[in-house]
């Protein structure tokens, strides 16, 4: 069972910016695909972006042009880097990792951001 610790996340005023960062506990292997996950209040799990191994980033149109995600192969690890956050980003954020193609998805525990203004 692979486990993914996440940390960043918080408060922050509508414009301002965070980062989530997130690390795996698998070494020595390279992930299939890593990324980021988030739930509003009363919503389902949505992508925000994910980076698999040989394609381009992947983000939801939401997101585009203000998040960026970026991942270390060698390290496992997965940072999403949130700028110009609106009150709708507010949500728990969640790493999210498949080791290969057709494994199961890993989970990290959940972020909370909270965007006011």
């Known amino acids: 069972q692979v486990q993914l610790v996440e940390s960043g996340g918080g408060a922050v005023q509508a414009g301002g910016s965070l980062r989530l960062s997130c690390a795996a506990s698998?070494?020595?292997?390279?992930?299939?695909?890593m990324g980021w996950y988030r739930q509003g209040p009363g919503q389902e799990r949505d992508l925000v972006a994910t980076?698999?191994?040989?394609?381009?980033?992947n983000y939801a149109d939401s997101v585009k042009g203000r998040f960026t995600i970026s991942r270390d192969s060698a390290k496992n690890t997965v940072d999403l880097q949130m700028s110009s956050l609106k009150p709708e980003d507010t949500a728990v954020y969640f790493c999210?990792?498949?080791?290969?193609?057709?494994?199961?998805?890993?989970w990290g525990q959940g972020t909370q951001v909270t965007v006011s203004g």
């Open positions: 698998l070494k020595f292997y390279t992930f299939h695909r």
């Open positions: 999210n990792a498949k080791a290969t193609r057709w494994s199961d998805d890993s």
């Open positions: 980076a698999t191994t040989g394609e381009e980033p």
